[in-house]
């Protein structure tokens, strides 16, 4: 028995230097954990802020003036502009440049002074549901308080009227399948890729790879397309499920889709291949994958708005590929986006793309010379 144990312990002492021995793997085990604690813990919250509103004000009034100042003074409205033009209200929710718009009527004033019910009307963008359901509660709260200050004879307070486009009816579940569609298709694409080079080095065909008479642009090539069109066709296939099964319309074209999933699969692909090529073997690959995957997912807007982090992690989110990513597929997903609303979120996957892989590129070249 105690010989047996003494074996045992023989073989834990034998895997935790396994595990410890290299320096890399120390680092990676340890401080990535604890920096994205700390990170996490001070950027994700279930709470909505700084909503940008457009308040289109048909009765141009004290009362409405009155209203829309009360708005402005919540803390969590960050901009709140006024116009009386109800297409600047679809160009900019088409736009995703606003979260909502707050329609007051031109009979405003005139029912709250007779003492009616008054009504105002909301419209939503229905692209994040959990948005738009906090927007819905905001300006109740709002509504009734405003009347209570300034009409407290009022019969009932303000009737706020909402409607939420690109999902009328604020089903979680449309936002949260597109949203998985997006991160589960990058995780392969990343993982695939992250362990390509790793693989050759600890398999020791590395060194016959470097002899080969490929060049290091073809090396990237060869190791980006299998898990490129292997991450593609898989996205293609949850995106059927995603319309058959779980019947969320597309309003898009297809061919939209299948640019920006291209390029949105190429940019993470991009990140895999350069993690690869500085890891030594696939522990290392695997670590350092998901010591970036989980900060790019939680930060991507998908768990808290990216306007409610500090602006330290809106900075470091113009180079996270997710975000660009989530963005495109529910705008093309849910509101049909086109060329013009594309392009935006287009061009900064490309710069990353172009940015990561001509550093994995030097890393190969070294490597080979």
Request: with cysteine; hydrophobic share 55%; proline share 5%.
């Amino acid at each position: 028995m105690i010989r047996a144990l003494g074996h045992l312990w023989a073989l834990i002492v034998k895997e935790f230097l396994a595990i410890l021995r290299d320096p890399k793997s120390r680092i990676i085990i340890f401080a990535p954990p604890l920096i994205q604690l700390i990170i996490f813990a001070n950027t994700l919250t279930m709470e909505t802020q700084n909503i940008k509103i457009l308040a289109v004000d048909y009765s141009n009034t004290l009362s409405s003036r009155n209203f829309i100042s009360q708005i402005k003074a919540s803390d969590w409205f960050d901009e709140v502009d006024v116009t009386q033009d109800k297409s600047l209200m679809e160009e900019l929710l088409l736009q995703q440049k606003i979260h909502g718009a707050v329609i007051i009527f031109d009979d405003f004033e005139a029912k709250l002074k007779k003492g009616e019910k008054a009504q105002v009307g909301l419209v939503l963008d229905g692209r994040v549901p959990s948005v738009a359901t906090s927007l819905q509660a905001y300006f109740s709260q709002i509504a009734q308080a405003f009347t209570h200050q300034y009409y407290p004879k009022s019969v009932s307070p303000i009737e706020v009227e909402w409607r939420s486009w690109f999902n009328p009816n604020n089903i979680y579940q449309w936002y949260l399948v597109i949203s998985l569609n997006v991160i589960i298709s990058l995780v392969v694409a990343l993982i695939l890729t992250s362990l390509s080079v790793a693989r050759e080095r600890e398999l020791g065909t590395f060194e016959q790879l470097i002899v080969s008479p490929y060049s290091a642009r073809e090396i990237l090539v060869g190791k980006t397309l299998p898990p490129l069109c292997i991450a593609f066709v898989m996205l293609m296939i949850m995106t059927l499920i995603a319309v058959g099964w779980f019947g969320i319309p597309f309003q898009g074209k297809i061919w939209y889709l299948m640019l920006v999933a291209f390029v949105g699969l190429l940019s993470f692909i991009a990140v895999g291949i350069f993690i690869s090529s500085i890891c030594r073997n696939q522990q290392q690959a695997i670590l350092g994958a998901f010591s970036f995957m989980m900060p790019a997912i939680l930060l991507s807007g998908f768990v808290s708005p990216i306007a409610d982090m500090p602006k330290v992690f809106q900075v470091i989110n113009y180079v996270n590929p997710i975000r660009y990513f989530l963005e495109l597929a529910l705008g093309v997903f849910l509101k049909g986006f086109g060329w013009v609303e594309i392009w935006p979120n287009l061009w900064p996957l490309l710069l990353i793309i172009c940015g990561t892989l001509f550093f994995a590129a030097l890393t190969f070249k070294r490597n080979l010379e």
